[in-house]
């Protein structure tokens, strides 16, 4: 996605935004699907790779593109409507998880080569808006902005013309005449260097183009660095990538933070088993949060059990039989295995941790996961905390859309940012599940309206010839800051909270201040 951002950025200044769109979701769709039926793993996720690579260019063309058809007045509210989608495409996305992946009984398999399981269905259903918008956008107009920066001013003059009997009717007025008072002077097109079909061979023109391609959409990204949009691209870097830090880093930080809470919990109500020993016996029912140290099993038969976070230790299981077993957090440590059969088990390896087998055998051995939602509840979590997390930015979209153009971007993108900050620090606070999700649905509320207030900000500061590459390099940056804070936020996560919340809280802050000082963009024509 990163890549992808840049590149197709760049590209929508050079070929229009519509054609780049339209190109970089049909390769995202192709291989969003493609990902759901293969079956290797490295093979997904090279599909996978080249999805993200694809959708990375849908927000800086899609702002760009919609930013250069609106009306100076209500610029900033529809973009933030335009901000409400996301939000829209990440309810959808958790809600079809939340709906779909625990029914393990949604799959199919043909012989031992083929498994289709519930998750694929959900990579399938996920891809689907993705068809819907080429399919939609095979029938939009290219930006007449982007017309006119490259000379092309009759097709523009066509596009505007539409728009504004599209318009006249809506509003039930008598049609009127389209004029132009005024048209930019169209600038010399870079001609292409085309090697002649009769000397040079395909590859070597295709890759003049691309090379030629490549070159220009660098020159362009570094005209972004220059006079007069300079100092902002070095401001706008800034708060993208303390947003983007402390946004991402904490929203993967939570559902840990909750699943630690959890695991507490649970710990609290765990049974500790003394050593026994037990002969001649069966056991067909679940086993649930126990610890079982130095017992000694001897002609035993475990039928059906379900093992729910069950540890073995310093354990010897002698002539015993484990058929149809599924299990769940268990382990068997230092335990030792004598005359022992496992028949229809899910035992793997890493289960296993310092243990020792004496003609033991193994037969039909269970691969992948087999325990389904209803056997390990705590797992809904990771759906319902998504859930609600994303729910929670409703609000602050609604607000954000309906003050925009009142209250103004940088009042609140740096109002949003700063009060993020400091709601970031009560997270220190959180004891319980409950007050940590009402602070992560705070929490994103009130960064949504700095985003919405961000893109705008970031639309209407760039001149059309490098709008999009100038969102593109700074959405991929924004990438760049998500995967550092990942890795920072997931490495601290289990060795204390205090850095994690002191350092989001505080970069935030810090890229709120910087806001601020950015142009004030609510009454300017687009350049």
């Not at 109500?269 to 017992?295: C, D, W």
């Not at 077993?325 to 382990?331: A, G, I």
């Not at 992948?368 to 209803?374: A, L």
């Not at 593109?472 to 994690?500: D, M, Q």
Request: aromatic content about 16%; glycine content about 8%.
């Amino acid at each position: 996605m990163m890549v992808g951002a840049f590149f197709w950025g760049g590209l929508a200044d050079k070929v229009g935004r519509k054609q780049s769109l339209l190109i970089c979701m049909s390769v995202n769709g192709f291989f969003a699907f493609l990902s759901s039926f293969v079956q290797g793993y490295g093979f997904f996720l090279f599909c996978r790779l080249l999805s993200g690579f694809g959708i990375g260019g849908a927000i800086p063309i899609v702002f760009s593109y919609f930013a250069e058809v609106l009306a100076r007045e209500k610029r900033g509210e529809h973009l933030s409507w335009l901000c409400m989608f996301w939000m829209i495409g990440g309810i959808y996305a958790s809600a079809m998880a939340w709906a779909i992946i625990p029914h393990y009984g949604w799959s199919f398999s043909m012989g031992s080569a083929y498994q289709f399981h519930s998750w694929r269905v959900f990579v399938i259903v996920c891809a689907l808006p993705c068809v819907c918008s080429v399919v939609a956008l095979t029938f939009m107009p290219e930006s007449p902005r982007f017309l006119l920066e490259v000379g092309k001013h009759d097709e523009a003059w066509m596009i505007l013309k539409f728009i504004h009997d599209t318009n006249m009717r809506a509003r039930g007025q008598p049609e009127k005449v389209f004029t132009v008072n005024r048209i930019k002077t169209p600038k010399q097109i870079d001609e292409l260097i085309e090697i002649e079909s009769d000397t040079g061979t395909w590859y070597r023109r295709c890759f003049v183009r691309i090379h030629t391609e490549l070159h220009g959409i660098w020159l362009t990204f570094m005209r972004c660095f220059n006079y007069p949009v300079r100092e902002n691209t070095i401001k706008l870097t800034i708060v993208w990538f303390t947003l983007s830090f402390g946004y991402y880093g904490l929203s993967v930080w939570f559902p840990d933070v909750i699943k630690h809470l959890q695991s507490d919990e649970y710990a609290l109500l765990i049974r500790n088993v003394p050593r026994e020993k037990y002969a001649n016996f069966s056991i067909n029912f679940t086993m649930q949060n126990q610890i079982h140290t130095g017992m000694e099993y001897y002609n035993g038969r475990f039928l059906g059990v379900k093992f729910k976070s069950v540890t073995f230790k310093d354990s010897v299981f002698k002539a015993c039989t484990f058929e149809d077993v599924t299990s769940v957090n268990t382990y068997f440590k230092n335990c030792t295995f004598i005359d022992t059969v496992f028949d229809n088990t899910d035992f793997e390896q890493y289960k296993f941790i310092d243990s020792e087998f004496q003609n033991c055998s193994f037969f039909h051995n269970k691969t992948g996961c087999q325990i389904t939602f209803d056997d390990d509840y705590s797992a809904y979590w990771i759906y319902f905390v998504n859930f609600l997390g994303t729910l929670a930015v409703l609000p602050g979209n609604i607000v954000s859309a309906l003050l925009m153009d009142r209250i103004g971007r940088l009042t609140m993108l740096g109002g949003s940012m700063v009060l993020s900050g400091i709601s970031c620090f009560f997270l220190w606070f959180g004891t319980s599940e409950s007050m940590m999700i009402g602070m992560l649905c705070l929490y994103n509320g009130l960064t949504i309206s700095a985003w919405n207030s961000l893109d705008v900000v970031t639309v209407e500061l760039y001149p059309t010839d490098r709008r999009a590459t100038g969102f593109g390099f700074l959405n991929a940056l924004c990438k760049a800051a998500a995967v550092l804070g990942n890795l920072i936020f997931g490495s601290l996560v289990s060795i204390t909270k205090a850095i994690p919340i002191l350092l989001a809280s505080t970069v935030l802050v810090c890229g709120g201040l910087v806001g601020f000082r950015l142009p004030d963009t609510q009454t300017q024509v687009l350049m």
